[in-house]
């Protein structure tokens, strides 16, 4: 079992910036990749940001040049910093890994990006 716990969203206006996290509760030393997903109303849920164990990132193309994922296997901990924000934007965003190919996700931040 993992336990993960997100927080950093809120309400912002375009153009700045949130840094959300994401703690989990056991080592994520061996966790191979770690990932944010986002769901806007009325919308599927999608990829956002993965990093690997080796620290290798993939971004959706929507923000790619504008977030940046990173880990601290010291802390459990993954983040998103997520800058130039759009309204667009606006969505509950999700931490997400496997371990022992068993899914687990967080409860979700609310980010909401004002125009």
């Known amino acids: 079992q993992v336990q993960l716990v997100e927080s950093g969203g809120g309400l912002v206006q375009a153009g700045g910036s949130l840094r959300l996290s994401c703690a989990a509760s056991r080592s994520i030393f061996s966790i191979n990749t770690m990932d944010w997903y986002r769901q806007a109303p009325g919308k599927q849920r999608e990829l956002v940001a993965t990093?690997?164990?080796?620290?290798?990132?993939n971004y959706a193309d929507s923000v790619k040049g504008r977030f940046t994922i990173s880990r601290d296997n010291a802390k459990n901990t993954v983040y998103l910093q997520m800058n130039s924000l759009k309204p667009e934007y606006t969505a509950v965003y999700y931490c997400?890994?496997?371990?022992?190919?068993?899914?687990?996700w967080g409860q979700g931040t609310q980010v909401t990006v004002s125009s």
């Open positions: 997400h890994l496997k371990a022992n190919w068993v899914p687990y």
């Open positions: 990093i690997t164990s080796g620290g290798s990132t």
